[in-house]
Nanobody
């Protein structure tokens, strides 16, 4: 069993910042990649940012230069620092890990950016 515990969501004004955290627990081994996805009402879930075991990162164009993904391998935790938030960043944010070719998802955390 693998569990992903997310935290850090909330309500923030445009231009503000939030930091999301996601800790993996349970039977954890060989995490290949960790990432964050988001889903806004009426839209498909989309990749926000991802980081692989070697440290390489990938970002959606809409969040480049505003969001930063990082990971702490010792804690099996991935973070998403979100700066200069915009109303269009409002969504449920989901943590995701890829471990031995299987994906695991968190329960999601709501991020709401007011204008």
């Amino acid at each position: 069993q693998v569990q992903l515990g997310e935290s850090g969501g909330g309500l923030v004004q445009a231009g503000g910042s939030l930091r999301l955290s996601c800790a993996a627990s349970g039977i954890i081994y060989n995490i290949n990649g960790m990432g964050w996805y988001r889903q806004a009402p009426g839209k498909q879930r989309e990749l926000v940012a991802a980081i692989v075991s070697g440290g390489s990162t990938n970002y959606a164009d809409s969040v480049k230069r505003r969001f930063t993904i990082s990971r702490d391998n010792a804690k099996n935790t991935v973070y998403l620092q979100m700066n200069s938030l915009k109303p269009e960043d409002t969504a449920v944010y989901y943590c995701n890990i890829l471990m031995s070719a299987k994906r695991y998802w968190g329960q999601g955390t709501q991020v709401t950016v007011s204008s």
